[in-house]
């Protein structure tokens, strides 16, 4: 008799894509990419031997096949959610605590929490937000079970990478470029890895500079860029919010960010562990 080898996270991906009707909307409701997503949709379809969607330009219609798997497909995470419920009670803890990085608030994590929220109404999610160093050193010293934070690594030596997306050098629409004097830089203080980057690149390729900014609130940062009084490396979420793209030949090629998930000691009846198997599906 065949087995089928399934996993969850197929499942899950296949109903994000047939809910929007688009791999692109259904990576960024997931805060995946549309390879990954695309990638097991492949396996599911192998696994199935059965065309479950029609790609029709950007579109994804479902074949009859898709129909009936959707059907099925819904009950599985019912199925799945009813065996979550049952066994809650068995997991003490009452608070889950987590560090994000203030650009990893992203709307794939806020839906992740706030799905983790109504499977556990009972469980309080406290938030920390600090530099992905501070935030690192917690994980390390027991302070908070997990974080999500930065690493501009080409490859991070510790946690998992939930997504990767390259940053850019913003300004303000009235930031006006100095000529030969140096860049004014808008960072947080350090330890913050976007800034140590900067500097370090600069210094390597001997291009003059000045921080004109380094308040250690994100209300403030915004506000400092926004005006236009200097550039920093931003996410291209945060430059939508913030500023413009900068051209300017001085400026070293801005590096990918990843945004890693590092988890402390606990045991697998927790709901700490739901939570960041939860947060380890979203890029799956």
């Given at each position: 008799?065949?087995?089928?080898?399934?996993?969850?996270?197929?499942?899950?991906?296949?109903?994000?894509?047939?809910?929007?009707?688009?791999?692109?909307?259904?990576?960024?409701?997931?805060?995946?990419?549309?390879?990954?997503?695309?990638?097991?949709?492949?396996?599911?379809?192998?696994?199935?031997?059965?065309?479950?969607?029609?790609?029709?330009?950007?579109?994804?219609?479902?074949?009859?096949?898709?129909?009936?798997?959707?059907?099925?497909?819904?009950?599985?995470?019912?199925?799945?959610?009813?065996?979550?419920?049952?066994?809650?009670?068995?997991?003490?803890?009452?608070?889950?605590?987590?560090?994000?990085?203030?650009?990893?608030?992203?709307?794939?994590?806020?839906?992740?929490?706030?799905?983790?929220?109504?499977?556990?109404?009972?469980?309080?999610?406290?938030?920390?937000?600090?530099?992905?160093?501070?935030?690192?050193?917690?994980?390390?010293?027991?302070?908070?079970?997990?974080?999500?934070?930065?690493?501009?690594?080409?490859?991070?030596?510790?946690?998992?990478?939930?997504?990767?997306?390259?940053?850019?050098?913003?300004?303000?629409?009235?930031?006006?470029?100095?000529?030969?004097?140096?860049?004014?830089?808008?960072?947080?203080?350090?330890?913050?890895?976007?800034?140590?980057?900067?500097?370090?690149?600069?210094?390597?390729?001997?291009?003059?500079?000045?921080?004109?900014?380094?308040?250690?609130?994100?209300?403030?940062?915004?506000?400092?860029?926004?005006?236009?009084?200097?550039?920093?490396?931003?996410?291209?979420?945060?430059?939508?919010?913030?500023?413009?793209?900068?051209?300017?030949?001085?400026?070293?090629?801005?590096?990918?960010?990843?945004?890693?998930?590092?988890?402390?000691?606990?045991?697998?009846?927790?709901?700490?562990?739901?939570?960041?198997?939860r947060l380890k599906g979203m890029g799956a």
């Amino acid at each position: 008799m065949r087995r089928f080898n399934i996993s969850t996270t197929m499942v899950r991906s296949f109903l994000e894509i047939a809910n929007q009707g688009n791999v692109t909307r259904a990576a960024s409701r997931l805060n995946s990419t549309q390879s990954t997503l695309s990638h097991q949709i492949q396996k599911l379809e192998t696994e199935l031997d059965a065309r479950l969607f029609d790609r029709k330009n950007n579109a994804m219609e479902k074949t009859p096949d898709g129909d009936y798997f959707h059907l099925q497909a819904n009950k599985i995470v019912q199925i799945l959610d009813e065996i979550d419920l049952y066994f809650r009670p068995r997991r003490a803890s009452k608070s889950v605590s987590i560090g994000i990085v203030n650009d990893c608030f992203k709307p794939g994590i806020i839906s992740t929490i706030n799905a983790f929220n109504r499977a556990f109404p009972d469980v309080t999610v406290e938030f920390k937000t600090e530099s992905s160093a501070k935030l690192a050193k917690r994980v390390r010293d027991g302070e908070i079970e997990m974080a999500i934070v930065r690493d501009l690594s080409e490859t991070p030596q510790a946690g998992e990478i939930l997504w990767s997306e390259p940053l850019i050098w913003a300004g303000g629409p009235a930031y006006k470029h100095g000529g030969d004097g140096p860049l004014p830089l808008v960072f947080f203080p350090d330890p913050c890895v976007y800034r140590r980057y900067a500097l370090d690149t600069l210094e390597a390729h001997d291009v003059p500079y000045k921080i004109v900014s380094d308040s250690g609130s994100w209300t403030l940062f915004e506000r400092a860029l926004r005006s236009g009084i200097g550039i920093s490396l931003v996410t291209s979420d945060v430059c939508k919010v913030c500023g413009v793209d900068i051209v300017d030949p001085r400026l070293p090629p801005a590096p990918v960010a990843h945004a890693v998930l590092l988890t402390g000691k606990f045991s697998n009846k927790t709901a700490a562990h739901d939570l960041v198997e939860r947060l380890k599906g979203m890029g799956a």
